[in-house]
Nanobody
């Protein structure tokens, strides 16, 4: 049974950092494409950063390029997101998603989802 559990969210001031982690079970992270999405109140869910099956190419939304880094820890079987230079507009619920196929930043293309972890950035 595939399960994704996010952790690491919290409250931070602008300019600060957080590291999110998504613990996967039921599959190995290298065998699936995995993406971090976020959703702010009243807004659509948007892709933030994704990594292709096998841990190869990674992709970032323009709004986070140079600030966020996605990575896989094969020993821990986790997908991580290092978030630096956080801005108030980064405030959202962050979700981890996985699928055997690469789904770009299209939420409908991902079969498995975590419950989310809240990130709040104050100015």
């Amino acid at each position: 049974q595939v399960q994704l559990v996010e952790s690491g969210g919290g409250s931070v001031q602008a300019g600060g950092s957080l590291r999110l982690s998504c613990a996967a079970s039921g599959f190995t992270v290298r065998s699936y494409s995995m993406t971090w999405f976020r959703q702010a109140p009243g807004k659509e869910r948007e892709g933030v950063a994704g990594i292709y099956t096998g841990g190869g190419s990674s992709y970032y939304a323009d709004s986070v390029k140079g600030r966020f880094t996605i990575s896989q820890d094969n020993a821990k079987n986790t997908l991580d997101l290092q978030m630096n230079s956080l801005k108030p507009e980064d405030t959202a619920m962050y979700y981890c998603a996985a699928d055997p196929n690469w789904g770009w930043f299209l939420p409908a293309e991902y079969k498995y989802w975590g419950q989310g972890t809240q990130v709040t950035v104050s100015s």
